[in-house]
């Protein structure tokens, strides 16, 4: 049970050129997310998915594509990087929350894959 | 206004001392969740709530429905309690306070 799994940790992207993010879980959760952390900032959540299948815009989707064709895997494209999108990011997933149930209902993150465009 | 508001932004204790950290949030929620994140990045989940307290270890987290807030309480605070502590609550989605940094001195 590996938990979740980010890969690249680290990656240094020219103006303009394209890349992936991935993204596993090993625990069949529902829910996956994925998140940008500018220095000294919050969490902005750009895209999220609640099932195989179905993804939604979050908060900054824009310069972003998600796909969810399996319940393990949630990568996150950037197309065309600029500047801007030089952050860390952070995939998540949790589970189902399930009423009344004491523990299980628990986030868990990546390490972070830290991007650069230059 | 941000869904998920948190207080203080920065809070620096002596080691020993209690700390408060205070979340509101603006949406109905399933539930919320306290965070903690190092120095290098990495988050974990210290609390799922739903509803009352819960307490791990010096650790304490009370939420009230009715009054749409939270708290997180470190009691015999220690220098490796040090981190970015961060509260995030379920609505349709997850969203995140922006986090309180908490620095503990010795």
């Known amino acids: 049970n590996a938990g979740v799994t980010q890969t690249p940790k680290f990656r240094i992207l020219k103006i303009g050129q394209s890349m992936t993010l991935q993204c596993t879980q090993d625990?069949?959760?529902?829910?996956m997310y994925w998140y940008r952390q500018d220095p000294g900032m919050g969490l902005k959540l750009i895209y999220y998915s609640v099932g195989a299948g179905i993804t939604d815009k979050g908060e900054v989707p824009n310069g972003y594509n998600v796909s969810r064709s399996t319940t393990e895997d949630f990568p996150l494209r950037l197309e065309l990087a600029a500047p801007s999108q030089t952050s860390v990011y952070f995939c998540a997933s949790m589970p189902l929350i399930i009423a009344g149930l004491s523990s299980g209902n628990t986030i868990y993150f990546g390490e972070g894959s830290w991007l650069t465009v230059v | 206004k941000n869904e998920v508001e948190q207080s203080p932004q920065n809070l620096t204790a002596q080691e020993g001392e209690f700390i408060t950290i205070n979340c509101s949030y603006s949406?109905?929620?399933?539930?919320l969740h306290w965070l903690q994140q190092h120095p290098g990045g990495g988050i974990v989940s210290l609390f799922m709530?739903?509803?009352g307290k819960k307490k791990h270890g010096r650790l304490i987290a009370t939420i009230n429905i009715q009054e749409k807030h939270s708290s997180l309480h470190i009691t015999a605070s220690h220098p490796r309690d040090s981190a970015v502590y961060i509260c995030a609550v379920n609505g349709n989605k997850l969203v995140f306070g922006a986090g309180t940094i908490l620095r503990v001195k010795s």
């Open positions: 709530l739903s509803s």
């Open positions: 625990m069949n959760h529902n829910y």
């Open positions: 949406v109905g929620i399933s539930a």
